[in-house]
């Protein structure tokens, strides 16, 4: 059986992408992340498990591969709700055990949804619970191989990624894709997070790598390729801070079209206000209206080919990111 399963066409270019037996690759697109399942020799486990749309599929696509055996562990790589929306769906069918970032043991104990950035981003998560929790520099077995947990702040402050050293594999999360990284929400927030992602994006150049399995898009081999790219993106959003608050503000319209499909043009101005992350991104940096804001990123769906207008609505297009061509402009994509 190939490593890889795709819910449609996959656009990988995996033939020399060398992947254990033990892992399975399931690459799910930008509404929800990829999920990574483990099957070792003793016990079973899935890295992420999607937005919580997805949830029914996610948990069919673990079935379809594990079949009658049962899944042991779910482990998150950071509590974003395309990474853990369907931890609940999964807790359901399997009772597994589930392990977060130690991070953020309070906020899900206690679930607080505004501080787990479900409400201020005005995406569902359905409330799930955890057994035990994984730290910066705990290792762990998965597939029969050892991996250690590394932090991966920037994106999140508490994410993590887990490095296996006998194999050269990372599994990156939002930290670092093929073209590019997650959206850097802490400084949207006043907090510091462009020297984090410095700082987590050398720790990878640093690792002994022969594939990286990213939290969206497909696993790839052309690391140093990617980390070029990744840091002149980082330079060029921390030359104006700017382009991350306008970046956010169209990455969250872009999920919510990629949740709904369309959205009818009428009102969209004021739903769109309404999320509370945009209202202060809108306020801290950019103080537009919303019909402005809402154009604005509009505006920037188009022109990227993310969206189209279809009489009174805004239609989702695919793919949301073209191949690459060469020399293509560093500042990359990246949509989660």
């Not at 690759?25 to 992420?48: C, Q």
């Not at 994410?159 to 990372?170: P, T, V």
């Not at 690391?223 to 608050?245: G, K, M, T, W």
Request: aromatic share 8%; with cysteine; hydrophobic share 45%.
């Amino acid at each position: 059986m190939s490593p890889f399963l795709s819910e449609g066409p996959s656009q990988a270019k995996v033939a020399n992408l060398l992947l254990p037996e033990s892992i399975r690759v399931f690459e799910r697109g930008w509404l929800s992340s990829n999920n990574i399942l483990f099957i070792g020799p003793t016990d079973t486990a899935l890295v992420d498990s999607g937005y919580a749309s997805h949830a029914t599929q996610t948990v069919a696509l673990v079935r379809q591969v594990l079949g009658t055996r049962r899944l042991d562990r779910l482990i998150n790589t950071h509590l974003h709700s395309d990474h853990c929306g369907g931890n609940a769906a999964l807790q359901r069918a399997y009772r597994c055990q589930t392990m977060i970032p130690a991070a953020d043991a309070d906020l899900v104990a206690n679930w607080r949804e505004e501080e787990l950035s479900f409400a201020q981003t005005g995406q569902r998560c359905e409330r799930f619970s955890f057994q035990a929790t994984l730290s910066p520099g705990d290792e762990l077995e998965l597939g029969g191989l050892i991996w250690q947990a590394m932090a991966a702040p920037g994106h999140d402050p508490h994410a993590l990624m887990l490095f296996c050293a006998s194999e050269g594999i990372l599994i990156s999360g939002d930290a670092l894709w093929e073209r590019g990284f997650g959206v850097v929400f802490p400084e949207l927030e006043g907090r510091p997070g462009f020297a984090d992602t410095r700082r987590t994006l050398e720790a990878i150049r640093a690792l002994p790598l022969r594939v990286v399995i990213p939290g969206h898009g497909a696993p790839f081999t052309e690391i140093e390729r990617s980390l070029e790219e990744a840091f002149a993106r980082l330079d060029y959003l921390v030359a104006d801070p700017l382009r991350n608050a306008r970046h956010a503000i169209k990455v969250l319209l872009k999920f919510l079209l990629l949740e709904h499909q369309w959205l009818p043009l009428a009102g969209l101005a004021e739903r769109f206000s309404q999320i509370i992350l945009i209202e202060r991104i809108n306020e801290r940096f950019l103080g537009q209206t919303p019909r402005q804001l809402c154009e604005a990123a509009i505006a920037g769906l188009i022109a990227s080919q993310a969206a189209s207008l279809d009489g009174a609505n805004l239609v989702n297009c695919e793919p949301l990111v073209t191949p690459r061509p060469a020399g293509s402009n560093p500042r990359g994509t990246s949509f989660a």
